[in-house]
């Protein structure tokens, strides 16, 4: 029994193909290009397989409202060739399989949670800082779906008052993507994240910043792990400085032990390393062939 | 069928009864006193009636994980003789009845959702602007529960440029509680905010900082409904201010129409009037009976 999943990225679309354990057996990376070509790849390469079912954890923001008549659509992407973009239907046309679709990061969660970090827990918050910041969530068990997916991204804090950064985004400029995903390190400092790791101030700046988003997250959503990924994560120095500010912060106002006693083991690295994003679109066409909701 | 419902906050108890189609049918108000002296009155009230369960919509921090050994205990309160209070274990010990337990906030949520202005929706936010500030969620048709109930009202926000009042959260001092729950606003401004009515200016500050706090749970839950109640709510002129600031905040970033054209449908005053609380807390009640998780 095999199943494929995309992780589909802005700047990447990573395939790969698994067995029904979700060992992945085979994996391929092609570039983000327009829509027809990318997707000509895709579909040459995931026609070489007998598949039950295809999975998309895929770049934002999408329509993934069964209800919609844009479902399965990539809608107000600021990358235009992909903007208004029905991905689903048109890969449903030529592969003709179920298809399962979310965003990136709520694949992401859902891996985590079946097989990760969080396994075993009905719930959990996985984040990505890289290009962009992100996160999607499982609560009650499922991907948490309301009128739309989270933006968590792109949620409001409070500057640091030494930082002049102007910020990032474009809807919101400083809004937490805005002061805190990688190119805005690369813009403050004049430097690329992977060279910056010897510098101190960098790292305490970015982790002020990721500590009160996600002490949001906890007083707002109350997960039962957190769990961060994504590019700038790779400056493992940031986990200990982000648990230590979440607790500063949050200042003793929430005695439950899991966070109190043990974030250690709370806010945590992915369990599936850099894997989260594919096995979790791997899991969302799983769950399609089996005609599950997520 | 009768069904006993309290809603226990930090100044008064209501204590009502209501048949099986949720109409009240009986209902007094008792002073929040030393717990026995307020329990007891509450325990000679439902004494008076042949229920199938009661339901506790109570203020927090609250115990709502089954599997703790303080399960059903008020925890650390800062109304001290309520502190580490068994207030589930006491009533079931002199009324013998299923108790269905939860937050006010949770339980206005779940009245909100089941009868009131998110009838129908499986996924609404309820907020109190009161005594503190806090909210409750419903998520794919169930009470939001994740490591602990929320926290929603002390999250931290931006103050506006012009406010130089200090903060009145013990916690967080200038959180979202701390800026713009009502005694915050006597405070600042030296004056009852049911007699404020008429200087626009309080309500233009308060309506910065509660859609600033919307706007998060907007992208952080992206609930179907925000419902908005408590005592500061009386001033009505504040909710065309907050659903503007909401749209200013957004700058167009999320284009679900429920939000950018329907917006006076979407952030809206609770369907139950003042009754959301006790009716949600007979609901609570009602799935305790039934023995079905909320
Ligand atoms: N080792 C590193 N340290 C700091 N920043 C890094 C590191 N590696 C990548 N980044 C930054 O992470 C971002 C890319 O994030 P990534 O998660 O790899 O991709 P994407 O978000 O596009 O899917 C870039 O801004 C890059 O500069
Ligand atoms: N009409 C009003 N206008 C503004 N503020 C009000 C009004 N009525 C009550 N408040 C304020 O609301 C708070 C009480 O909130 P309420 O929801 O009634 O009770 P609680 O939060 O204690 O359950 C007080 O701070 C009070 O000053
Ligand atoms: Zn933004
Ligand atoms: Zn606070």
């Known amino acids: 029994m095999l199943y494929g999943g995309i992780e589909a990225g802005g700047t990447?679309?990573?395939?790969?193909?698994?067995?029904?354990?979700?060992?992945?057996?085979?994996?391929?990376?092609?570039?983000?290009?327009?829509?027809e070509i990318t997707l000509s790849k895709v579909i040459e390469y995931f026609r070489k397989f007998k598949l039950k079912s295809l999975g998309i954890g895929c770049f934002g923001p999408i329509d993934i409202n069964p209800a919609s008549k844009t479902f399965g659509f990539i809608t107000n992407t600021p990358k235009l060739p992909w903007r208004n973009y029905p991905i689903v239907n048109k890969l449903k046309a030529t592969l003709n399989l179920p298809i399962g679709f979310n965003t990136d990061v709520n694949a992401a969660a859902l891996a985590e949670a079946c097989l990760g970090g969080a396994k075993g827990l009905d719930s959990c918050l996985y984040i990505t800082v890289g290009t962009g910041i992100g996160a999607g969530a499982i609560v009650h068990g499922k991907i948490l779906q309301g009128l739309c997916h989270p933006e968590m991204g792109h949620i409001l804090i409070r500057r640091h008052e030494m930082d002049n950064y102007k910020?990032?985004?474009?809807?919101?400029?400083?809004?937490?993507e805005g002061l805190a995903s990688g190119p805005a390190i690369e813009e403050r400092w004049g430097e690329k994240g992977v060279n910056l790791g010897s510098n101190e101030g960098v790292w305490e700046l970015?982790?002020?910043?990721l500590a009160q988003a996600i002490v949001q997250y906890i007083l707002i959503l109350s997960p039962k792990k957190i769990i961060l990924g994504g590019g700038v994560m790779r400056q493992k120095q940031i986990y200990p400085l982000i648990r230590m500010n979440v607790l500063k912060i949050l200042n003793n106002y929430l005695s439950v032990p899991e966070i109190i006693e043990q974030i250690d083991q709370y806010i945590i690295p992915p369990g599936l390393g850099e894997n989260s994003g594919i096995i979790g679109a791997i899991l969302l066409g799983e769950l399609a062939y089996k005609n599950k909701s997520f």
């Open 206 to 209: 970015e982790s002020f910043y």
């Open 167 to 176: 910020g990032k985004c474009p809807y919101h400029q400083d809004c937490l």
């Open 12 to 35: 990447k679309f990573i395939c790969a193909v698994a067995d029904e354990n979700k060992k992945i057996l085979d994996k391929i990376q092609l570039p983000t290009l327009e829509p």
